[in-house]
């Protein structure tokens, strides 16, 4: 058992695997707002223009 | 003359029929093994740039023990021990390794610049042609750190010993480096060399990995490239920014690596030339050799013969082993998700040993269909590895240290 936390090493490695999968998969939603938002942004200039 | 022994002239000689014979024999096997290294890095089978400098090292250490004084032996290239200020100005003034070792070494430093030179020759716009898919890849591929650790310490490691030597499942040296650093520092160089040693090895074992676990014919599904979104130099720093500084706000005990890669990254992106050479070039590549001299160096018999090493030896290869067999698992679930587009090999790439798993997978799949072109989803899933490889050592790191 770690000593701060009184874990054994199965629940070391589930919280890990957990708190990765959470934090990427959050990276890639942080990817996918980037693109709508930057692309959105870029078809309203383009929409502003032809006006 | 009548008393002069000719063996004090040779001093490496000297104390090698002298000293302790198990390590007089761990110093003859570990010349053998760096000339080995050499010989195999020269012609392309082991990685070249890690394993010339770091044979050359480990052939030379342990030729080179002499009498530091009547009773004590050592060399005149590092003290990896020494932490006490005053033994450690005087090792800093004899030594000729030391100032590179205690300054770039010992701090996590060397790390930090090789991955800065990873970031400025990584294209982050693969990972942001098809974020979820290569992340789900990635995640997977983690299996084998994420298995490694509960059965490193069944084996008898303690949790900080155990974390660093599952982040070999990772399959990046850096941060394998900057782990052992940070949670176990006397095992840091058996874990940073059977790290290295193994990663140079999957190049030539992944391949038989994915012809065992993945039919010929998924082998050969030819993947729509077609419908990938273009991504531009702007989105790509954008996402560097915010991605950098979210996991530096989450994990800051990681902080250093994160904001290494990232920076290196932007640095490419934002086209400020003279910076993409340095970053590329010197910074990289002297790290790089720099890394692979301090290794051999300090694969002296008297550091490196730890009963440990062969726990090490057994856990690195099961993790890598498990990474591969868990990225072709993520593989498998894209190619159901995508009700059979997805190439399964692809999930070998989630192994973030950039860029030779996408090689890897890149080569088996043209075997089998020469019009099949993959690289850029390999590619994502290997970007990939690197962010989820840095997300664990930051929670082992965070939660053990």
Known sequence: MTGKLNLTSWEVALITYVTCAIVSLGVAGIIKLIFFAIRWKGEQQVKKGVQ | MGGFDVLYLFQG????????????????VLIMLGLL????????????????????????????????SATNQGTIFIDPMVSDPAPLLDALQINFLQPIYTFTFSNGLIACLVFMGIGAITDVGFILMAPFSSMIIAICAELGTILTFPLAVWMGLTFKEAAAI?????????????????????????????????????????????????????????????????????EKIAFSLITCT???????????????????????????????EFLEGPVLFGSTFFLGLLLGVLCEASTILNPKVLNLLILGMFALLMSGIGGIIGGYAMYFISKGKFNPVVGIAGVSCVPTTAKVAQKEIQKVNKHALILPYAMGANVSGVITSAIITAIFCTLLR
């Open chain 2, 246 to 276: 979210i996991l530096c706000l989450l994990f800051p005990v990681a902080g250093p690596l994160f904001m290494s890669f990232f920076l290196g990254v932007i640095v490419r992106e934002s086209g400020v030339k003279r910076f993409v």
């Open chain 2, 37 to 68: 290294f050499v010989y195999l890095g020269a012609k392309g089978i082991l990685e070249p740039l890690i394993m010339i400098p770091m044979g050359v090292g480990m052939a030379a250490v342990n030729g080179a023990v002499l009498y530091l």
């Open chain 2, 166 to 234: 599952s982040v070999v499942g990772g399959a990046d040296g850096p941060m394998v480096l900057f782990t052992s650093l940070m949670l176990a520092k006397h095992l840091f160089v058996p874990i940073t060399i059977v790290a290295y040693l193994y990663l140079s090895l999957t190049y030539g074992g992944y391949p038989y990995l994915i012809r065992l676990l993945v039919p010929k014919k998924l082998r050969g599904i030819k993947m729509d490239l077609k419908n990938m979104p273009k991504v531009t130099p702007g």
């Open chain 2, 13 to 28: 000689i000297a104390t090698l029929v002298g000293g302790d014979p198990g390590i007089s024999i761990g110093r003859i």
